[in-house]
């Protein structure tokens, strides 16, 4: 299960999605994200689906990369969608009933759209981390926030920091990997036990990992201090953004599709 988790991983390309301008994906990503909880209906989000589903085959993402994000996030799919079908009452009989226990028609219906929901979300910030390097999404976030440094915002440093711990979550995770092997090969039993047994095995865990977690940010403070960085003010970038054309234009089909699934709220309130 820890190496099926993929977030922060950047995978190489030359796909066009690949050549955008992290802005422009960066801002593509919020409006989609905003998309899916606008959309609430079926048909709405199984357009957001087919638009995600494009984006990725243009970008030359594997299918089975996409499974493997998504199989971590399993429980709680599963556990939204319980919730959605027991606890959302509709009017009508209820299509099942069995003592306290009652499915609506309309509970259904939420479950259905809120792990279509979730499965969109997860696949379309992760097409965001597949597709831009760390250091252009890096680049992108402090464009983007640079009007707030008038308000002595520290941008240059909030975009490092929050690049630094999506790049770090793989590496954390391998870690944690290594670690669970080697307890496993000491004879500590992690798959197996009650509840609070399993709770007390992670603790031979959790205490290496802080560990390595501490030293590895006090080895990148030290390669940074070597390297003289002291922070946004007066850096040169090797790599100026631009839009160009194919931005713009990715920007208007995006647009585009958004605008047709969220028209599908108004056909689907006439029905």
Request: glycine share 6%; aromatic share 8%; net charge positive.
């Amino acid at each position: 299960m820890i190496r099926d988790i993929t977030i922060g991983q950047h995978f190489p390309g030359n796909s066009v999605v690949h050549r955008l301008d992290p802005r422009m994906k960066i801002l593509l990503t919020i409006g989609y994200i905003i998309l899916l909880f606008v959309a609430a209906n079926p048909g709405g989000l199984v357009l957001s689906a087919v638009l995600l589903a494009i984006l990725y085959r243009v970008s030359r993402i594997p299918l089975k990369l996409i499974l493997r994000s998504l199989k971590p996030i399993l429980p709680i799919i599963l556990f939204t969608i319980v919730l959605n079908l027991f606890f959302i009452s509709g009017e009508g009989e209820p299509l099942v009933q069995w003592g306290f226990i009652r499915i609506y028609a309309e509970g259904i219906r939420y479950a259905l759209i809120m792990g279509a929901r979730i499965i969109c979300l997860i696949a379309g910030t992760s097409l965001l981390t597949y597709t831009t390097s760390p250091i252009s999404l890096t680049d992108g976030i402090e464009r983007l926030l640079a009007p707030f440094a008038r308000l002595h915002l520290p941008v240059h440093e909030l975009a490092m920091m929050m690049t630094i711990a999506l790049r770090f979550i793989p590496t954390l995770i391998e870690e944690t990997d290594k670690i669970m092997n080697a307890q496993k090969a000491r004879g500590a039993q992690l798959d197996s036990g009650t509840l609070r047994q399993r709770m007390k095995a992670m603790v031979p865990i959790l205490i290496p990992l802080f560990i390595s977690a501490f030293r590895r940010a006090d080895e990148l403070a030290m390669a940074m201090e070597c390297r003289c960085y002291r922070g946004g003010e007066g850096r040169t970038r090797l790599k100026q953004l631009r839009f160009t054309r194919t931005d713009w234009a990715a920007a208007v089909v995006c647009i585009a599709a958004f605008a047709a699934v969220a028209s599908t709220n108004l056909l689907f309130q006439g029905l």
